[in-house]
């Protein structure tokens, strides 16, 4: 039996069910662990800590398995996580086909996110123990699922810091359509597995294009009209989509990537939404929006949904001024009595922060604003309450008072 042995006072996170073991916290490893193995942790004193994946590169040094020291870490048990990660998101198909069945440390897979767009399964193998077992976990996928496909989109920056390769490629099925179309609240989106961001679209979303499609069908009852919107980071138009479904007029989606552009536009084009509603801009979003305020362009709503600032805690100071950034300068493109979206899905800034960025960016803009409402993943992406870290993507909804 191979152990990892904690320095004293090492073993509080993990008596409170915390899944992360810290290079920092090893006082000692008993053996010579392969990459991914299961090794056993044990207290300064022996006692039983959890089963753990080992992996020598990462300053995550082992992820828990289970704190359970009867269970035994095989195939039955990989099995039994799965399906009851599977079922218990079996009430969002009669909504939408495309779900986050598995989501890593919160569904105790610490490391593998699966999605499911349709009949096509993309997961990631992030950490040193899924990618261990890979073989046995898409074996097992397609003995539960009803999927044709499994794509593996391991090529994330993740798989570097585990000391991982990167893939990107077919596990087992039929090869993918350039596109698989999902169904979401009525709007239809095409999702590129091989090249798109992370698995392709984002699942996590959901709740939020909800909320934002209600928001123009609310506008439109009550101002008579639909209204304008930027879509700001639109990757493949989410968002737009959303909102023109909702009854907007005009929805200006502003992303670097003319390729994802290229995709939000047949998306629209899959609604029937032609050019004089769905509009497209390829440009860096700071210098758009500078160049809007300067031309004195405002908007009923603007949404800000950028990339992950902060990578880490070392980049917090630095991506607090850059959410800071573009939340005035959307605060000032908004009529009066607007709207704003705004996220940050980094997780090293926390809900509490991010709420008082925004503060700071409301105070600078000269205005008052109610947030009126939270964003965060749906219910496909529960939160371990034992692992905050878990709660990466954090949202406000703003409205602006006169």
């Known amino acids: ?91 969002l198909w009669e909504r939408t086909n495309a779900v986050r069945v598995i989501f890593a440390e919160n569904d105790g897979l610490p490391g593998l996110v699966v999605d ?20 046995l976990i898409a074996k097992l996928l397609k003995q539960i699922t009803n999927a044709v496909t499994l794509w593996d989109r391991s090529d994330a920056s993740a798989c570097h810091r585990e000391g991982l390769p990167l893939n990107n490629g077919l596990l087992w099925g039929e090869e993918p359509p350039e596109a698989v179309e999902v169904v979401e609240d009525g709007v239809r989106y095409g999702i590129d597995v091989r090249n798109g961001h992370k698995t392709g679209f984002y699942v996590d979303q959901r709740e939020s294009r909800l909320t934002a499609q209600k928001a123009a069908e609310a506008f439109r009852k009550k101002h008579g009209r639909g209204m304008r919107a930027l879509n700001c980071f639109s990757y493949t138009g989410g968002f737009s989509l959303a909102l023109l479904k909702g009854g907007a007029d005009e929805v200006i989606s502003v992303d670097s990537s003319q390729d994802a552009l290229d995709m ?15 509009k497209f801009v390829c440009e860096d979003v700071f210098q758009y929006l500078r160049r809007m305020r300067d031309a004195g362009e405002t908007f009923d709503l603007v949404i800000l949904d950028p990339p992950k600032f902060a990578s880490s805690h070392r980049h917090v100071t630095r991506a607090s001024r850059a959410y800071k950034d573009i939340n005035l300068l959307g605060l000032r493109l908004l009529e009066e009595g607007g709207q704003l979206f705004t996220f940050s899905c980094s997780g090293a800034i926390d809900v509490d922060l991010f709420q008082k960025i925004i503060a700071g960016a ?24 034992t692992y905050p870290e878990g709660e990466y993507l954090k949202g406000l909804h703003l409205l602006v008072r006169s």
């Open 1 to 91: 039996m191979i152990n990892l042995v904690l320095r004293k006072g090492k073993e509080k996170s993990l008596l409170r069910r915390h899944p992360w073991v810290y290079d920092t916290a090893v006082k000692r490893v008993e053996g010579d662990p392969e990459l991914g193995e299961t090794v056993r942790v044990l207290s300064f004193d022996g006692r039983f800590l959890a089963w753990a994946a080992y992996s020598p590169e990462s300053s995550i040094r082992a992820r828990c398995w289970s704190f359970n020291e009867d269970e035994v870490i095989d195939e039955a048990w990989f099995e039994k996580k799965l399906r009851h990660a599977i079922e218990a998101r079996a009430n």
């Open 116 to 135: 499911q767009y349709d009949n096509v399964l993309v997961a990631q193998f992030l950490s040193a123990g899924v990618h261990r077992h890979k073989a």
């Open 264 to 278: 939000a536009k047949r998306n629209a084009e899959r609604n029937g939404f032609g050019e004089d509603k769905a």
């Open 362 to 385: 409301v105070f600078d803009a000269g205005c008052d604003a109610w947030a009126v409402g939270r964003f965060a993943g749906g219910e496909d992406h529960p939160l371990l309450m």
